[in-house]
């Protein structure tokens, strides 16, 4: 079973982020700022002594790199932020192909939306640079530079066919027509073409979706165990929660009308939401793959208010590295016999402001990292058995 992980390149200084969220801004800065918003609250959470690493150095990357290896973590799926021809946080997966001592797998995840301001938005969100998409010629471009990736032999390719992952292909307009381009391109360049997959729910519950370019549909954790336990809750309780909910709104906007109260903006007002580590993870291992394409997800953790602190910021409560490594052993189960899989995407690497890391941190050290290994080691024991 092939463990890869999402890996956050936000943990070095650029320009861009110096000039939209302060001198010296990384990930680090939204970590340390964090706040304890109720009891129990583990914020500010603290890497494992104190490393505050920076992602523009190569033995940091060497570090994580051994981190991984160690403990059976397969390869990383990297953010990739590209903005017709200007890149963005480029220095980590630069660094993995032009550096041969850094000898890991790897593929690319498009991230591809506009980045905004909407972490610390009050009212009206900004838009600090726009994503759009072009025509060949701007994908021509963008090809060349993903290809150089392609061609590194730690890029990740089955059947000699890179792949790449699209976080939200239903924002890119002439999709099929992007794909279809790239994949001559890449037949060009000597490879059978390109493995396509997208990442968030927002493309798979498309109706009149086309997803006949792509040979995956990665579940995406806990995104996809948040939509299967919201629906099944609004079967049990939909029609009546909403009728009361839309009588309570209309009766409020009523109550504003008449004496110019803000009833109505009150009840808008984002809050802290919480959510149970036990309950999504039973979602996961209970899902059953809605086609051949559907790759299984997994997560370690969610509380991303070192982002969004209470107002709009979500925390997923009970997690445990014991817990993890329960559910991520059913989630090895579900992948072979459902699935018929071997790989499982797992959020995160180092997501820590949103939550979800394996890297160690001063509570639960190691721990996560050990669980994956005692799991794969457990089922390449019994698959050798």
Known sequence: MKIIAYYLPQFHIIPENNEWWGEGFTEWVNVKNAKPLFKGHRQPIVPFQNNYYSLDQDEVIKWQIDLAKEHHV??????????????????????????????????????????????????????????????????????????????????ICENNRPLLVIYRPELIDKLNEMLDYWSDLAKKEGFDGIDYAYQQISFSLMKDKDDSRFKYDIEYEPGYARYDLQNSNSKKTGKYFFKVKSLVRNLASRIDKKFGSNITARLSKKQLQFEDYDELCNEIINRKPSSDKSVPGMFVGWDN??????????????????????????????????????????????????????????HNEYKYLEAIKRTVEKYSTEEMG
């Not at 817990?323 to 699935?339: D, P, R, T």
Request: glycine share 8%.
């Open 305 to 362: 208010t070192p982002r969004r602190g209470n107002k709009g910021g979500r925390v997923c409560l009970n997690s445990s590295p014991e817990k993890f490594e329960y559910y991520l052993s059913k989630q090895f189960e579900n992948a072979i016999h459902n699935y018929k899989k071997d790989m499982i995407f797992i959020f995160a690497w180092n997501e820590w402001a949103e939550g979800g890391y394996l890297e160690p941190d001063s």
């Open 74 to 155: 397969y390869g990383f799926c990297i953010y990739h932020y590209w903005f017709n021809g200007k890149k963005l946080l480029e220095k980590p997966m630069e660094r993995l192909r032009d550096n041969p001592e850094l000898n890991h797998p790897y593929c690319i995840c498009w991230a591809n939306e506009s980045w905004t301001n909407a972490w610390v938005a009050e009212g009206n969100v900004k838009t600090l640079i726009k994503q759009t998409y072009g025509g060949k010629k701007e994908w021509k471009e963008h090809f060349d530079y993903l290809v150089t990736f392609f061609k590194d032999k730690n890029y």
